[in-house]
């Protein structure tokens, strides 16, 4: 019912005098897409573009698309400078705009319902933009309208320093790191031992002997390392004096009571923690324990 009432006005108008009211929606067609072919507004070094150009409703050209490329995150700021119509503009008349993200949802806008309605200097800055294709969208709002128009955008990079960081919240505590001894305490006289050989395949038909329980074997080792912790003495243990020494042995001192444990071994040491000892009594054993499987 619209359409018919805006025709009968058109041709009274017609009939009377009057400026024609345009009944066509103001594009070239009505399958119009100028969204998917706007103008770029290419960034120079200063991050800066402009664009000028007319609008005219009667002459299907109400709109205009533009296509600015974020490099990086940050802000744009857009000022649109308008010329009205030559005629004496009335309270109804405003060129309107609105800034599309790159999924085409609206970030910001200026049209009658806004409080910079009827201005003829518009300006809107839009923060922590992240890169991507923006558009921008001029349309005119009402059959009759005519402008003329500058829009200026500036796009300025967000700085390291803005950004907000929660450093070091997240960072784990880096474990207490093995002690090194300061020089090599293997032996002068040291020598790896050889690989065991592999063992040679049964004949056929030959019935698998039972595996001899391996002797329980000792090995000295030399301390290089002492401290206080709690409840005892930690003691490090130099592998390169104790050939095969691993996690899981057990260590014994001279005139202490008791097996213990060593662990945490590197290329270098392992550790023990002789529980129930004082300082005195891991130096009283002579510098040495004895480990076993």
């Known amino acids: 019912m619209r359409w018919i009432v805006l025709v009968l006005f058109a041709v009274a108008a017609g009939a009377c005098g009057g400026p024609k009211v345009p009944v066509h929606n103001g ?78 949802r609206v970030i910001g806008k200026s049209d009658l319902e806004d409080e910079d309605a009827h201005e003829v200097q518009k300006a809107k800055t839009l923060l922590d933009l992240s890169p991507g294709r923006y558009l921008i969208h001029l349309y005119l709002q009402g059959r009759m309208d005519t402008a003329e128009y500058v829009v200026r955008v500036a796009f300025k990079a967000t700085k390291p320093a803005d950004i907000k960081s929660d450093f070091p919240a997240q960072v784990e505590f880096v474990p207490p790191l093995p002690m090194v001894a300061l020089n090599d305490d293997t032996p002068a006289k040291y020598k790896p031992q050889p690989p065991r050989p592999p063992r040679p395949p049964r004949p056929p038909g030959d019935p698998k002997k039972p595996d001899k329980p391996e002797k329980k074997e000792t090995v ?29 042995m057990k260590a014994s001192l001279k005139g202490i009571s008791g097996a213990f444990e060593i662990g945490s071994c590197s290329e270098t040491t392992c550790r023990a923690t002789i529980t129930g000892a004082t300082a005195d009594q891991v130096k009283a054993a002579g510098g040495s324990v004895v480990l076993t499987p």
Do not use: C, H
């Open 220 to 248: 000295s080792a030399r301390i290089v390392g002492m401290s206080i912790v709690t409840g005892g003495v930690q003691i490090l243990v130099g592998r390169g004096t104790a050939s095969g020494a691993s996690n899981g």
């Open 27 to 104: 594009y070239k067609s009505e399958k119009a897409k100028p969204w998917k072919k706007p103008k770029s507004l290419a960034l120079d070094d200063k991050g800066e573009a402009k664009a000028d150009g007319e609008l005219s409703y009667a002459d299907m050209r109400r709109a205009k698309w533009y296509a600015v490329d974020l490099p990086s995150t940050g802000e744009l700021s857009i000022k649109l400078e308008i010329t009205p119509p030559g005629e004496a503009v009335n309270d109804e008349f405003d060129l309107a705009y609105e800034v599309l993200d790159p999924g085409f």
